[in-house]
C-alpha cells in the first residue's frame, strides 16, 4: 500500500503530527479501509531509524491545540529530512512494476500521491510511469508472438492483459490531468 | 523483398509543414527527422493535433513539406515530383489514411484490387490477390459490399487490406485501428507486425499504446515535434 512513501509524501507537505498521518495517508492513498495505526507508526520509526524522518517533541498546543488527549504517542511530531526528499523523489522516479496490498500496482499509489500532495508533477509522473510498462508490454508482445502452443499463448495474453490495463489507466489518467477533468 | 536489414526504407530530414493560421503559419511538424529502416516496425504517438497524419502525408507525398527532404528507399522526392510519387504509392507505398478514403461506388474487392490494377496486374489477377488481402483481414464473406453497406470497423479493415496488397514495401498505416474491437485490433496490428517481420517497413500512428506495444520502436510527436523515444 505504499505506507512509507505515502508518510514521505506527506511529510514533504510539511511537519505533522502521528495522528494526523493515519486519516491523512488513507484520504491520499484512498485506501478504502482504515490503515493500521500500529502500522504508521512502526513505519514512521523506521523512517526516523533510517534517518528520512526526524521526530521532535510537541505538546500540539502550538498547533491550535486539536491534538487529542490521548496518549503520548499522539503527541508525537515528524519532520522530513533532506535524505527523505532525497528518498522520495527517487521513489517517483522509480519504475518497479508489481503488485503491492491494494492490489493496485506502486505506479497507481505514486499518481495518487503526487496529486493528493503536490510532491512531484502528476503528468510527469504518468509519463516516466508509461515508458517502462510499454517496454515490458513489448518484451511479452515477442512472447505472444511467439507462442505456438494454446497454453503458451494464454499465459502471455494474461501478462500482457495486465499490463494493457495499467496503460489503458496511464492514457486515461494523462487524458484527465491534462483537461483537469475529473468526470 | 529486400533482404538487407539496415536499409533505410523512407526518411525524412527536418521536415516542416507549416499551414496558414490567420496571417500567421502554424507548424503542424517543426523539423523533424526519422528514418524507418526495412524490415522495422515504428509507431508514432502522441495526442490529437500533434501532427501524426501530417507526417503520414508528408512521407505518402501527398501533402508537400514547406522545408526538408522526404526520401523513399534513398530517393529524395520534392513537391515537384509529382510522377514519381504517384509511382511510388502504386509500387512502394501502401497507405491506411485515417479517413479511409474508400471509393464509394466500388465493392471491397474492387477497392482493394484497384491499386494492383493501376499497377498493371491484370484484372484477374489483381481480383485474386485482393480476394487473399480481403480473406486476411476476415472480410472474405463482404468482399462484393460497397462500403456504405459495410460497418465503420470493416470499412477500416477493407482500407488496411488496401494497404497490405501487393507487398508494397512501406505501409503507412494512420490509426489503422480505431474503429475496431479489441480483438480485431489486435488481428490487425499483428499483420503489421507480420509484415515488418517479412521484411517490410512499417510506420504506424496510433495513439493507444497497447497497440504501439507490438512496434519495435515508439516515437512520440508533440506539438509537430518529435519527442524522441517513448519506449
Ligand atoms: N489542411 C490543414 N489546414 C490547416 N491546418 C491543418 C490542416 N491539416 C491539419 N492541420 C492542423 O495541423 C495540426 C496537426 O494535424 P494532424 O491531422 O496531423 O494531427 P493528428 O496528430 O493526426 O491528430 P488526430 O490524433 O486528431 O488525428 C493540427 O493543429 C491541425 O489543426
Ligand atoms: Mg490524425
Known amino acids: 500500500m505504499s505506507v512509507r512513501e505515502g508518510l514521505l509524501a506527506l511529510l514533504a507537505q510539511g511537519p505533522r503530527h502521528g495522528y494526523q498521518l493515519k486519516g491523512e495517508l488513507e484520504r491520499a492513498l484512498v485506501t478504502g479501509r482504515p490503515v493500521n495505526v500500529g502500522q504508521v507508526y512502526s513505519t514512521l520509526d523506521r523512517l526516523v531509524r533510517d534517518g528520512l524522518v526526524t521526530e521532535s517533541a510537541s505538546d500540539g498546543a502550538a498547533e491550535g491545540g486539536t491534538v487529542p488527549r490521548a496518549g503520548p504517542e499522539r503527541r508525537r511530531r515528524f519532520e522530513i529530512t533532506d535524505a527523505g526528499r532525497a528518498a522520495l523523489s527517487a521513489w517517483f522516479a522509480a519504475t518497479p512494476i508489481g503488485d503491492d496490498a491494494t492490489g493496485r500496482t506502486p505506479d497507481v499509489a505514486r499518481v495518487l500521491l503526487a496529486v493528493a500532495t503536490g510532491t512531484a508533477d502528476p503528468l510527469a509522473v504518468v509519463r516516466a510511469q508509461r515508458g517502462p510498462v510499454v517496454a515490458r508490454l513489448q518484451a511479452v508482445r515477442q512472447v505472444q508472438r511467439a507462442a505456438t502452443d494454446l497454453h503458451d499463448a494464454l499465459a502471455a495474453d494474461a501478462d500482457a492483459a495486465r499490463l494493457e490495463a495499467t496503460l489503458a489507466w496511464l492514457d486515461r489518467t494523462e487524458e484527465r490531468l491534462r483537461t483537469k477533468r475529473s468526470r | ?231
Open chain 2, 1 to 231: 523483398m529486400d533482404q538487407s536489414k539496415g536499409t533505410v526504407a523512407c526518411e525524412l530530414r527536418q521536415v516542416s509543414m507549416h499551414y496558414p493560421d490567420g496571417d500567421e503559419t502554424r507548424a503542424a511538424l517543426d523539423a523533424v527527422s526519422l528514418r524507418v529502416a526495412v524490415g522495422e516496425f515504428v509507431a508514432v504517438m502522441g495526442p490529437s493535433g500533434s501532427g501524426k497524419s501530417t507526417l503520414v502525408h508528408v512521407l505518402a507525398g501527398v501533402e508537400p513539406a514547406t522545408a526538408g527532404e522526404v526520401a523513399i528507399r534513398g530517393e529524395v522526392l520534392g513537391p515537384q515530383d509529382r510522377r514519381a510519387w504517384i509511382r511510388a504509392r502504386r509500387k512502394d507505398i501502401g497507405v491506411v489514411y485515417q479517413r479511409l478514403n474508400l471509393l464509394p461506388t466500388l465493392s471491397a474487392l474492387e477497392n482493394v484490387a484497384l491499386p494492383l490494377e493501376l499497377d498493371g496486374f491484370n484484372r484477374r489477377a489483381a481480383a485474386s490477390m485482393a480476394a487473399a488481402a480481403l480473406a486476411d483481414v476476415g472480410l472474405a464473406s463482404l468482399a462484393h459490399r460497397r462500403p456504405d453497406h459495410l460497418s465503420g470497423g470493416q470499412q477500416q479493415r477493407v482500407a488496411v487490406a488496401r494497404a497490405l496488397v501487393g507487398e508494397r514495401s512501406l505501409l503507412l498505416a494512420d490509426e489503422p485501428s480505431g474503429a475496431l474491437d479489441s480483438a480485431a485490433a489486435e488481428d490487425v496490428v499483428r499483420l503489421l507486425a507480420d509484415r515488418a517481420r517479412a521484411g517490410g517497413a512499417v510506420l504506424m500512428v496510433t495513439h493507444d499504446s497497447r497497440m504501439a506495444s507490438w512496434a519495435d520502436r515508439i516515437v512520440e510527436l508533440r506539438d509537430g515535434r518529435l519527442t524522441g523515444v517513448a519506449a
